[in-house]
């Protein structure tokens, strides 16, 4: 089914092809996916783990402060992971 516009023709949209991935696929792409961003998050925390003991961000008064905060650097790294952890963990 293709549509013609003046000389050239042009293909179908792939929802009207019936070219669709299974509804497996679909979830395991899914599921791929969600995985690949939760492994990017921590890869993302851990990179950040350093400048933030020396540059860390204030929310109570949203500013960056040069200070020495190693605490407060791991406290934000350990949530962070409990986060992925919780969230993927086995629900037993």
Do not use: C
């Not at 042009?10 to 019936?18: L, M, N, T």
């Not at 299974?22 to 925390?45: C, E, H, N």
């Amino acid at each position: 089914m293709a549509k013609e516009s003046g000389d050239q023709a042009r293909p179908a949209p792939i929802v009207d092809q019936g070219t669709r991935p299974g509804a497996i696929v679909r979830l395991l792409i899914f599921t791929l996916v969600l995985i690949l961003s939760a492994a990017a998050f921590v890869l993302f925390r851990t990179a950040i783990l350093v400048p933030n003991m020396f540059l860390p961000y204030s929310f109570a008064a949203p500013s960056w402060r040069p200070g020495f905060k190693p605490l407060k650097a791991l406290a934000s790294y350990a949530s962070a992971l409990g986060y992925v952890w919780g969230w993927y963990a086995d629900r037993h």
